[in-house]
């Protein structure tokens, strides 16, 4: 299937888009979709898979690099970046979610480098982009971003309780952090380290700060990795982490002290919508597998065809509609990105964040119940993009968040709204 850009944004999009677009297209078709097997030979089993990187994906980098699919995700607003936007971007980021484990690494274009190669490039001093920023965009290593926590409600940053105390010209941090992805890989050499260095701060958002912890300094203990349904996503993983008296020098501070919130919400606001450009291409490929099983000749009920039974053909509609939906939706944020700036289009971000994860949960459940068991084994892809895709409901925010935080915003319309002559009570009895 050639992937079709939406006829509504055809114009917005520059030549060298469509033409990376279509390059992207034919390489997650022909080269990651069909890599993903061998990749889970080569990754193999038990202890090992941890410290192994499949040779497959070496290759497949290197393809992409030759093809110019590289580093797409920075935008335009960066020098380093691949001078596109997010608009653009986002349908790139959509065709790379048909592949979900294997096209975003490959492309050098996958989460959480994604988000910490922006703050270096947003907020990093010259030195902290040569000696980190660097060779993330070269894919010579990788890094992780370590905000939650066990002990406290992490969907609420400020709750955090990991130290950062200026001791001399160091800064000694002291605390236990989970679900930090990439974590695992042998690759990863970097940690950006979200901890509390002024907590008497009367202002709840100037407490935190961010530093850069190299992944082998005495005191980070990596304790173990955390499953989701029974997937340890190895050999990037998602671990529980120790830092226990960590010293770092004080030049490891990104932007300055107290400024900790102010970066993790420029992370998050383009890198939530990388996740849910990614979702429209994980629901694809699902309504994909779910078509493919529903015509199969040899699947037959009762006399008939799966696709010719009503609820399949229900289900289907159901899912074209959302997925389609749930695209311009992602679209829509992107762009305003573009116009406005993350901060500005917050309420478009959030709107994105809440639905598009759950239409692609929507989505493969159908595509699993048509698979029947076969739907919930290995033997199709579909149970472990679930998996996947119910962490984002999690991720980045649980849905809770950014609901309350849309509701806030249309709130703020109300007194607009009541001044304007048109939507003031009518007295229906008198007209």
Same mark, same amino acid.
């Given at each position: 299937m050639v992937y079709k850009i939406p006829s509504l944004i055809d114009n917005k999009l520059s030549p060298r888009a469509k033409d990376l677009i279509e390059k992207l297209d034919d390489f997650v078709k022909n080269d990651c979709i069909p890599s993903e097997a061998l990749y889970y030979e080569q990754l193999g089993k038990g202890e090992k898979r941890w410290k192994i990187i499949p040779p497959v994906? /070496?290759?497949?980098?290197?393809? *992409?690099?030759?093809? #110019?699919? +590289?580093?797409?995700?920075?935008?335009?607003?960066?020098?380093e =970046?691949?001078?596109?936007?997010?608009? /653009?971007? $986002?349908?790139? !980021?959509?065709?790379? $979610?048909?592949?979900?484990?294997?096209?975003?690494?490959?492309?050098?274009?996958?989460?959480?480098?994604? &988000?910490?190669?922006e703050v270096f490039a947003k907020y990093g001093t010259p030195a902290q982009k040569s000696r980190w920023l660097v060779p993330l965009l070269r894919g010579e290593i990788r890094s992780a971003f370590a905000m939650t926590e066990p002990n406290v409600a992490s969907s609420d940053a400020t709750n955090i309780e990991t130290s950062i105390q200026r001791i001399g010209n160091e800064y000694v941090i002291n605390g236990r952090k +989970? +679900?930090?992805? #990439?974590? &695992?890989?042998?690759?990863?050499?970097?940690?950006?380290?979200? $901890?509390?260095?002024?907590?008497?701060?009367?202002?709840?958002?100037?407490?935190?700060?961010?530093?850069?912890?190299? !992944?082998?300094?005495?005191?980070?203990?990596v304790m173990r990795p955390l499953t989701v349904f029974g997937y340890d996503d190895a050999p990037e993983g998602h671990c529980e982490i120790i830092f226990k008296d960590v010293r770092v020098p004080v030049e490891n501070i990104i932007l300055g002290e107290g400024r900790g919130f102010e970066i993790i919400q420029g992370r998050?606001?383009?890198?939530?919508?990388?996740?849910?450009?990614?979702?429209? #291409?994980? *629901?694809?490929? &699902?309504?994909? @597998?779910?078509?493919?099983?529903?015509?199969?000749?040899?699947?037959?009920?009762? &006399?008939? @065809?799966?696709? /010719?039974? =009503?609820?399949?053909?229900?289900?289907? !509609?159901?899912?074209?509609?959302?997925?389609?939906?749930?695209?311009?939706?992602?679209?829509?944020? *992107?762009?305003?990105?573009?116009?406005?700036?993350?901060?500005?289009?917050?309420?478009?971000? $959030?709107?994105?964040? !809440?639905?598009?994860?759950?239409?692609?949960?929507?989505?493969?459940d159908r595509s699993i119940q048509a698979h029947g068991a076969a739907g919930v084994s290995g033997d199709t892809p579909l149970a472990y993009m679930y998996a996947l895709g119910r962490t984002l409901r999690l991720a980045d925010g649980p849905d809770e968040i950014h609901i309350q935080q849309i509701g806030k915003l249309e709130l703020r319309r109300a007194k607009e709204i009541k001044e304007k002559s048109e939507v003031k009570s009518i007295n229906v009895s008198k007209l």
């Open positions: 994906m /070496e290759k497949l980098k290197k393809k *992409a690099q030759s093809l #110019g699919l +590289w580093n797409l995700f920075l935008s335009k607003d960066y020098p =970046g691949a001078n596109l936007s997010n608009l /653009e971007y $986002g349908m790139m !980021a959509e065709i790379m $979610g048909r592949s979900l484990r294997i096209a975003p690494e490959a492309t050098n274009c996958s989460p959480p480098d994604t &988000g910490n190669m +989970w +679900w930090i992805s #990439g974590s &695992g890989d042998p690759r990863c050499a970097v940690y950006l380290v979200m $901890g509390k260095s002024d907590p008497k701060n009367q202002s709840s958002h100037r407490q935190q700060s961010l530093v850069i912890v190299p !992944a082998n300094t005495q005191g980070v203990q998050l606001g383009p890198g939530r919508i990388h996740h849910c450009m990614r979702c429209i #291409g994980a *629901a694809e490929r &699902g309504l994909d @597998l779910m078509l493919t099983r529903v015509t199969d000749p040899s699947r037959r009920t009762f &006399g008939k @065809l799966l696709a /010719e039974h =009503g609820t399949v053909k229900a289900d289907i !509609a159901k899912s074209r509609m959302e997925i389609d939906q749930a695209r311009f939706l992602v679209l829509n944020a *992107a762009h305003m990105i573009d116009k406005v700036g993350a901060k500005r289009a917050m309420k478009e971000i $959030g709107m994105a964040k !809440a639905i598009v994860p759950t239409v692609l949960l929507n989505v493969l």
